[in-house]
């Protein structure tokens, strides 16, 4: 007859084997086992269960590749967590899951060995289409090593076909050892050890567009941000696109409002509810004054881009703030020596505008705004990112903006504002 503390074991060890392939010891061989023996063999039986595809324990297996509860991974947030191939060794080869806080989606393998060799680079994407040398640039700065993918969205309806950058990275952009896709549902995931070991493994780091005021829900004040600011940091490469564009810079328009401003709301009232500005989020070398903008040209962006800028010259009057917006199907890639330059192949260009700062706003009152410098900057010029010289510049203008509309006529005229924003627009 089995004692209590055998029987306990015993089921102990049944329900660790539950639905693995794998026979439940008999009553015999349990009394022959000692303490040790018995927690050797539930860890073992773990393993089993994660090769097998069956659900373990929730903190059972703390490795990219097995689910664990987001309670687990609140309470080991700050505990040091292993890179992402370090994290994946003891358990099976990772695999495509679904977390009730995040997915994940892998392709080559996490577990081998980082890149001996990174480099700095930032690049500023502005959505609408790819720029295969913006990403290509990523790869290579990040020594070929392991990508991360970054997105977010509030419910689950991401489908990992659509714009599957983990297979470009790994087939048309690379080589590289490995892309992980993590997509955000929740801000718990934020504190999950399988994503912040991933994140702390990764070489090179892509936030894809979406909504950016997902990102900062989620991100701000997590140990996620830490990460994103200590790679870059450590002279790794990152990139953005679209809302992945609109958090890069120092300062950032969060759209926590839940809508998107028009620059057409913004000239007639800088105060307006929707225009919510971020001065606290990432901090990356080369940015630290400026807050970006995308989808420039297409979706007349100019008028709002101007109205933050002013805004945040109130708020941050110490701050020196520009801003750069950067049309659609094109990149601005920034390099360790802070010189931006457009990446080959973009369709169009990158906007520097720096106005004159320490002009008194009016709430409730349409932007009135003097001495507006605007620079037009394609593949031929660069961007002093030290200085804010622009090199070969494709156009440029000082306008100036008297309640809500230039003052005259300029390249800056056609981009300024829209009247009609299209369905469905993305």
Not at 104 to 117: E, K, L, T, W
Not at 221 to 229: A, F, R
Request: hydrophobic content about 40%; aromatic content about 6%.
């Amino acid at each position: 007859m089995m004692t209590g503390r055998f029987v306990l074991a015993r089921r102990a060890i049944a329900v660790a084997l539950a639905g693995a392939s794998i026979v439940v010891p008999t009553s015999a061989s349990i009394a022959a086992l000692t303490a040790a023996s018995i927690a050797s063999l539930m860890t073992v039986s773990t393993c089993a269960l994660a090769a097998a595809g069956t659900s373990a324990p929730p903190s059972a297996v703390s490795s990219p590749a097995a689910p664990s509860s987001a309670a687990s991974s609140a309470a080991s947030s700050s505990a040091a967590v292993p890179s992402a191939s370090s994290a994946a060794s003891s358990s099976a080869a990772p695999h495509d899951y679904r977390d009730k806080n995040f997915d994940y989606f892998v392709s080559g393998d996490p577990r081998s060995p980082r890149a001996a060799h990174t480099e700095f680079l930032l690049a500023l994407m502005g959505g609408g289409g790819s720029v295969d040398a913006a990403y290509r640039a990523i790869a290579s700065h990040a020594g070929g090593g392991h990508i991360v993918i970054l997105r977010a969205v509030h419910d689950d309806s991401f489908d990992p076909q659509s714009g599957d950058y983990g297979e470009s990275f790994m087939k048309e952009w690379g080589p590289v050892t490995s892309a992980q896709t993590i997509v955000f549902h929740h801000r718990e995931a934020s504190y999950d050890p399988r994503v912040l070991a991933a994140l702390r493994g990764a070489d090179g780091i892509f936030l894809a567009g979406g909504d950016q005021a997902n990102y900062v829900n989620y991100w701000k004040g997590t140990p996620v941000q830490e990460i994103l600011n200590a790679h870059v940091r450590a002279k790794r490469p990152i990139g953005g696109s679209s809302a992945g564009l609109a958090i890069l810079g120092h300062y950032s328009y969060t759209s926590l409002d839940g809508g998107s401003m028009e620059s057409k709301v913004a000239l007639a009232d800088p105060f307006d509810s929707g225009v919510t500005l971020e001065g606290d989020f990432l901090h990356f070398r080369w940015l630290e004054n400026v807050i970006t903008d995308t989808h420039f040209s297409r979706r007349c962006r100019l008028g709002r881009l101007i109205v933050f800028i002013a805004r945040l010259d109130q708020e941050h009057p110490r701050a020196d703030v520009f801003g750069v917006g950067i049309d659609e199907r094109s990149a601005l890639l920034i390099g360790a020596d802070g010189i931006g330059r457009m990446a080959q192949g973009s369709a169009g260009t990158a906007w520097v505008v720096m106005p004159r700062l320490h002009q008194k706003l009016v709430h409730g009152q349409p932007l009135t705004l003097e001495d507006i410098r605007i620079v037009r900057v394609d593949q031929s010029g660069s961007v002093d990112f030290k200085t804010r010289a622009v090199s070969h510049p494709l156009a440029q203008t000082v306008d100036s903006i008297e309640h809500g509309n230039p003052t005259h006529e300029s390249i800056a005229t056609p981009i300024l504002r829209r009247s009609v924003v299209p369905a469905n627009e993305g």
